[in-house]
């Protein structure tokens, strides 16, 4: 299915700096890295017609991409939002380092929508995608759903993106840190407890 593009006001200059200078102080503050991020993810859709953002990072212990913060979710949502490398948009983005715009998801087959958090049949959506980099490797990505617009929109609002996924990118690499650590806490907790019963099981599996 084709959409055609709403209007939608375009992002004053003065807008998108003011942006970048709340996503600096709050990277600056001292605090728990997941709170940031999603503080981070919330001023994005302050600002711009988006109607989800998530950030993903890949585990270093295990490969899998996981989300570790969204705005616009439901938990059961960010917890399906699980890739293996090069699995879907993001997936591809993290395995090859290059963002990747989706002008209308719903033309694109690499748009799994894993999360189940958007009706494709009803809503019109573009996707961006840019990859998180530290020392020129991939830690994960910064991605949104917004509303559609034309292509030069689109290229501008993806050079934002990527100046704010730079700026994410010692927080992400802390969360990759602190992803890993409650893997092995879950670990530890299974060993102990060595237990059959299903209601441990699903509490161990949303640790992982």
Avoid: W
């Avoid at 092995?184 to 509490?203: C, E, G, I, N, Q």
Wanted: charged share 20%; aromatic share 2%; with cysteine.
């Amino acid at each position: 299915m084709t959409h055609s593009s709403p209007s939608v006001s375009p992002v004053s200059d003065a807008a998108k700096l003011h942006l970048l200078r709340d996503v600096a102080e709050i990277m600056r503050a001292p605090g728990n890295v997941h709170d940031a991020l999603e503080t981070v993810l919330e001023r994005i859709r302050q600002t711009l017609p988006v109607l989800r953002g998530s950030v993903t990072l890949i585990s270093p212990a295990t490969g899998e991409i996981r989300i570790e913060a969204s705005c616009g979710l439901k938990e059961a949502e960010r917890l399906r939002g699980r890739y293996a490398r090069g699995e879907g948009v993001t997936g591809r983005v993290i395995q090859t380092g290059q963002a990747m715009c989706v002008a209308d998801v719903s033309g694109e087959p690499l748009f799994l929508n894993r999360t189940g958090s958007r009706d494709l049949e009803h809503e019109a959506i573009s996707f961006l995608c840019v990859p998180i980099r530290i020392a020129g490797q991939s830690v994960g990505a910064l991605s949104v759903d917004r509303q559609l617009a034309d292509t030069p929109t689109l290229l501008e609002e993806m050079d934002l993106l990527h100046i704010i996924a730079t700026l994410l990118g010692h927080a992400a690499f802390e969360g990759q840190r602190f992803m890993d650590e409650i893997a092995k806490s879950a670990s530890t907790l299974a060993d102990m407890f060595h237990t059959s019963s299903p209601v441990m099981r699903h509490v161990l599996a949303q640790m992982e």
